[in-house]
């Protein structure tokens, strides 16, 4: 790969959704604002290796992407009054300092989770459009196959244009009925941040601070929602350990080696009244505690136990069984199954782990072999754990993940 492509690669990972949502603000068409945005990407291609990297290439995306918009406007032949009117004023403005707008990404999480798409087109969509992820990356989150995930994103553009759906932010009576899927869909690009699907990176900061602040701004426009309060609080937590969760190199750090000093106690404290006020708004409001609070208090008895050994265990069975109730999900059960086997012992937390293999959600992803290869180990069943690790290893598209996993498979050989 050419510096050139390394670098409008970085470029667009750091500012593409940013720059679709500029665009976006001045169309008023996110399928538009996405392919302009391509199409700068191949002109930087073009350009950069000959004319070397501009001073602001975010801003020179953006630049192009709006001319290209411009240029299309003005080959209509029956372009309307407002339309010129908006060409003229962004032909002169688009060579002026690019000065990228923070609400124009919440105005792009809440399009792309409009009412008019299905739940699964509102993830997908939101994933492609504001986390910038591949549609390869996407289905391994989702666990769908990559043709699938296309569809979902094509089909949900042409949606949203057939609807007219203005990109804008809501009207403040529509915010409760997108919240869930406004909050699903800033977790799922935490998440990616947290552990990322594929490519040479454990984590992406980059992605987990974007999230950390549409969920900041969401949190503060609808404070008497405790589930908001409490993803904030959950995202908070699991942010506090980046720098614990690396080597200087790029390698991965496990929970048991992290060395705990490292972890952000000025953000743990935030965490923790933040999940406090949750509590709070949720018991005015007579409500029990949502799936994200569960998942921030999971979180805190990690936050503030001394060591792996010192954390309560019990207590976070004990809160995964009670998430399992609230929100079923295969994912809920590996994790209940790594928590029982540090507060009970391995033996049972591999019957629950062949449960989940059994239902056959996650036959795509990495993490069954990769927790019964774990398992294994501790039960000494040896060869039968190197040959799951292994084959972990294989269903990851992480290079770090694989590294991981082929080096505890190798210290099983030795």
């Known amino acids: 790969m050419s510096d050139a492509r390394r670098q409008v690669e970085a470029v667009w990972r750091i500012e593409g959704a940013r720059i679709v949502a500029s665009v976006a603000k001045m169309t008023g068409d996110l399928g538009l604002a996405e392919d302009v945005a391509q199409e700068a990407l191949v002109e930087a291609l073009r350009s950069w290796p000959n004319e070397g990297a501009p001073a602001h290439p975010g801003a020179w995306l953006t630049a192009v992407a709006k001319r290209r918009v411009v240029d299309a406007w003005r080959r209509r032949s029956a372009l309307d009054e407002r339309y010129a009117g908006i060409a003229r004023e962004w032909d002169e403005a688009v060579d002026a300092e690019w000065e990228p707008i923070d609400d124009d990404m919440l105005r792009l999480v809440f399009t792309a989770c409009h009412p008019a798409l299905s739940r699964e087109s509102q993830v997908a969509l939101t994933l492609r459009v504001v986390a910038g992820l591949t549609t390869e990356v996407i289905a391994r989150m989702l666990l769908a196959s990559v043709p699938t995930v296309q569809a979902r994103i094509t089909r949900a553009k042409k949606t949203l244009a057939a609807a007219g759906v ?44 974007e999230a950390i602040r549409l969920g900041r701004v969401v949190s503060g426009l609808l404070p008497r929602e405790p589930e908001a309060l409490a993803l904030l609080a959950l995202m908070e937590f699991q942010r506090s350990r980046f720098a614990a969760r690396e080597t200087a190199s790029g ?9 705990r000093t490292r972890w952000d106690r000025g953000q743990i404290a935030r965490a923790v009244d933040e999940l406090r006020r949750a509590d709070a708004v949720a018991a005015a409001r007579g409500l029990g505690r949502g799936p994200y609070a ?52 391995p033996a049972e937390a591999l019957a629950i782990v062949d449960e989940v293999e059994r239902a056959g959600a996650l036959r795509w992803s990495h993490v069954v072999p990769s927790a019964r290869g774990e398992l294994l180990a501790r039960l000494g069943r040896v060869s039968e754990a190197r040959a799951e690790l292994l084959a972990a290893a294989e269903l990851t598209a992480n290079t770090v993940q694989q590294a991981v996993l082929r080096e505890k498979a190798a210290g099983l050989g030795a």
């Open 294 to 345: 569960l998942q921030a208090e999971i979180a805190q008895c990690h936050a503030v136990a001394p060591s792996v050994a010192e954390t309560d265990w019990g207590r976070i069975v004990l809160l995964y069984e009670i998430l399992g109730r609230v929100a079923p999900s295969p994912m809920v059960e590996l994790n209940r199954a790594a928590a029982v086997s540090m507060a009970v012992g």
């Open 251 to 259: 390698g991965a750090v496990l929970l048991a080696d992290q060395d």
């Open 166 to 209: 203005p990109f804008e932010t809501p009207d403040p009576s529509e915010w409760k009925a997108r919240l869930g899927a406004v909050l699903g869909v800033i977790y799922l690009v935490f998440t990616e941040g947290y552990a990322a699907t594929a490519g040479d990176r454990w984590v992406r900061p980059d992605l987990a601070d």
